[in-house]
């Protein structure tokens, strides 16, 4: 078999040039203004680990994992909502969030086809915390998109160990992007996809909370920066020619917040991550499995109480659509910086996937009057 580097992401200098977010180059999305580090991790205590496997010319793949606060998770569980855009995908854990509204284990992202190794990983990280020695069931939360081009998916090199890395590993300060972790063999719109994050920061006078984003994009349709239609201009869209695969894939979506919501108004902010993805150019295809899973980071639910009935403040129906301007504006800068963000990478059985040219759409951008 094969043997293995797991490439930390300060060893791998194509990831570490010159590039910058499309903020950073003028482009500004929304009208809201986004957390400190424009990361998923700008909502306290939210943390993010990932590894990297790049070996040889055919493996390109990895894991990324989400950490929702930094105690015993499956203990202090958090409320939760998944929201399906379109069903061809492997979330599992999904119908437990579902019934009970809440998640107790990180959240992984990983390949189709290693899921199940992802889960195995993280069952194993859960039943080695401190408190959980009499646990004897686990939902553990793994998502995928399928990185089969770039990937010998079918070599299945994730193993256990990766994830356990990943989680270890996770932090609170910036988060890496394009072609690294669970986004490393990735393609979004015909480009090179990946990881990608952003967040919302809402003014005091409408809450002051944080929404944070992040992506792992591996989807088609029509690319659409800022509302400029790139992919039209630049000839490169679904179905241009002919019914193809060029639009197939996935997009696992994650939201964190502060804001107190139950899992019924998680779910519909879940829901508004998808107008988003809309925002992009995504169409959801049908070989495409477009999940959104959101979470709150107050109103922890304990495993185990002596109480009935439990009390919290929740955010009130009317105060919730500025939390859902700010997950649309969210997800669709965390797509575009996954794409700006990704570098052009050669793989399994000597396929190439190039990045976006980053010149050519500024210039777009400056034609259509949106760069700033």
């Known amino acids: 078999m094969k043997v293995l580097s797991i490439l930390l992401l300060s060893s791998l200098p194509y990831l570490v040039m010159a590039q910058q977010r499309p903020r950073e180059a003028g482009i500004k ?145 910036k988060v890496e992007e394009g072609n690294v972790g669970a986004g490393t063999g990735t393609v979004c719109f015909g480009w090179k996809g990946g990881i990608g994050t952003s967040s919302r920061k809402l003014p005091q006078n409408l809450g002051g909370y944080t929404v944070g984003v992040l992506v792992q994009s591996n989807f088609g349709g029509v690319l659409q920066v800022d509302g400029v239609p790139v992919g039209e201009v630049l000839g490169k869209y679904a179905f241009k020619d002919n ?62 109480t002596q109480q009935a009935t439990s009390g919290a403040t929740l955010l009130h129906n009317d105060y919730v659509s500025p939390l859902f301007m700010a997950v649309i504006e969210a997800t669709e800068e965390a797509i575009i910086n996954s794409l700006f963000m990704a570098k052009t990478s050669t793989g399994f059985n000597g396929s190439k996937v190039e990045e976006l040219p980053e010149d050519q759409v500024l210039q777009i951008m400056k034609k259509y009057g949106r760069l700033n």
């Open 29 to 173: 999305i929304g009208v809201l203004p986004t957390g400190a580090g424009n990361a998923i991790t700008d909502v306290e205590g939210v943390r993010v680990g990932q590894i990297t496997l790049y070996e040889g010319a055919d493996v390109r793949t990895g894991v990324t994992a989400i950490l929702q606060h930094g105690g015993n998770i499956f203990q202090q569980k958090v409320p939760a909502a998944v929201y399906v855009g379109n069903g061809f995908g492997k979330l599992t854990g999904s119908t437990q969030i579902e019934e009970l509204g809440t998640m107790e284990t990180p959240i992984v992202l990983t390949n189709t086809l290693s899921v199940p190794t992802a889960a195995d990983g993280l069952i194993d990280w859960t039943l080695g915390q401190g408190g959980n020695e009499n646990v004897r069931s686990v939902n553990a939360v793994v998502g995928e998109t399928n990185d089969g081009t770039l990937n010998d998916i079918r070599g299945r090199y994730i193993k256990k160990e990766h994830v356990l890395n990943a989680l270890a590993q996770a932090s609170d300060g």
């Open 243 to 304: 019914l193809d695969k060029s639009a197939a894939g996935s997009c696992m979506i994650v939201v964190a917040t502060d804001a107190p919501l139950d899992a019924r108004n998680l779910k519909r902010l879940a829901k508004r991550a998808m107008l988003g993805l809309g925002k992009t150019g995504g169409i959801a295809e049908n070989g495409s499995g477009d999940y959104v899973l959101a979470f709150s980071t107050v109103n922890r639910v304990l495993h185990e």
